[in-house]
């Protein structure tokens, strides 16, 4: 009886054009391993029908820890001042992106805290001589700017852009977030789709004051915003923040979360985040990629940098060389029966742009 009925719900989740939310709350409070299981391999045939048996690679480069944000769980907040601050040079952004494509991958995903005084122009420069010297997709990860700002580095070769919301529930968000603005990220996620970029949002799952209902509207505010990308991944709580102490997110709720975003979703691309397989049991990353993930981001920030680029403690693979790392990943997929797919991997959404609208209006 019970299988039947998750199996209804999950049709109709899955069918849905915005899924009911008792539907969604009856997912994420399934117990039973059995019937947990029938939701996993629910969202393991969308992600084989609507994104194959791939697994995408996007290297990234955490070029700089500087921010003026002081994001309640983020080590690298401006408040923390025990923290040593570092940003590469152009120089070495270049040469670190040369040694990504060298590896085979052909995504370069530049990272970095939200500097107070980047150099947008530098930035841009950056990007132009990487898109014209390698054969490679580009996305940006740093955070809230203008879309003037935005604007330059699409015109510069920009592909795509991850910006997590982190939580859709906007009286949390705020308390997470000093000084910033639930309505500024909406509207940088906007202005993203709007310029054509792919654009990645995403959550974290175990904040502290996150509700069930605060989950399930995460899962609407992903289907309502249509995005190309969609990153959900654990908090994992870092001592130089008001939350340490606190309880790491749990694995089986983001496992849950990962499929029902999948489902969801259906093609957007998922990846199995390090903060999963910084959880501990096992190589929780492997997991990620059984319940829907199709996306696994190696990091390349050179060995002297990665320990300072400490958003949360324990990273997985700070102590591997990017080579190391991505033996791993191969062994992985492949215990998986999966294959590494070397393309670009772009968006397999047919963009509109109706999803700046459909954001911006809930
Ligand atoms: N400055 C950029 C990049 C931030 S770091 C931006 O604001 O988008 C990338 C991601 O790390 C964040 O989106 C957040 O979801 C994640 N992160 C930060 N602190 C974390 C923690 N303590 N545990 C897990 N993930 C964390």
Not at 15 to 24: C, L
Request: charged share 25%; with cysteine; glycine share 8%.
């Amino acid at each position: 009886m019970a299988f039947s009925r998750t199996q209804t719900v999950l049709e109709r989740v899955f069918a849905a054009d915005v899924p009911d939310r008792a539907d969604i709350e009856y997912v994420l409070r399934l117990e039973d391993d059995r019937q947990v299981q029938v939701l996993f391999e629910f969202a393991d045939r969308v992600r084989r029908e609507y994104v194959g048996d791939g697994v995408l690679l996007r290297g990234i480069i955490e070029f700089s820890n500087f921010c003026r944000n002081t994001c309640a769980y983020c080590g690298l907040r401006a408040a923390n001042h025990r923290l040593s601050r570092y940003r590469l040079t152009s120089e070495e952004i270049v040469a670190v992106a040369e040694n990504i494509r060298l590896a085979g991958v052909k995504t370069i995903v530049l990272q970095s805290g939200e500097e107070d005084n980047l150099d947008a122009d530098g930035l841009a420069r950056i990007i132009e001589e990487i898109k014209s010297q390698l054969d490679v997709a580009v996305t940006l990860s740093v955070g809230e700017r203008d879309r003037e700002e935005y604007a330059m580095w699409k015109e510069a070769g920009a592909d795509r852009y991850l910006l997590k919301i982190e939580t859709s529930d906007p009286a949390l968000y705020a308390e997470l977030h000093p000084g910033m603005s639930f309505t500024n990220r909406i509207r940088c996620l906007g202005d993203l789709a709007e310029l054509g970029y792919q654009t990645g949002s995403g959550n974290l799952i175990g904040l502290p004051g996150q509700s069930v209902e605060s989950l399930i509207d995460d899962i609407v505010f992903f289907k309502k915003g249509d995005f190309d990308m969609i990153s959900v991944s654990p908090f994992i709580p870092h001592a130089a923040t008001p939350l340490a102490g606190v309880r790491a997110g749990d694995l089986q709720t983001t496992l849950k979360m990962i499929a029902l975003t999948r489902i969801v979703s259906r093609n957007a691309h998922i990846p199995a985040s390090t903060a999963v397989g910084s959880l501990s049991g096992g190589d929780a990353r492997g997991r990620a990629l059984a319940v829907g993930a199709n996306v696994v981001m190696p990091n390349f920030t050179p060995m002297a940098f990665k320990p300072l680029y400490e958003i949360y403690p324990g990273k997985a693979g700070n102590d591997k060389m990017p080579d190391e790392s991505m033996v791993h990943i191969e062994r992985m997929v492949a215990a998986l029966g999966r294959r590494i797919d070397l393309d670009k991997g772009h968006s397999l959404k047919s963009r509109s742009v109706l999803a700046p609208t459909m954001i911006r209006s809930q």
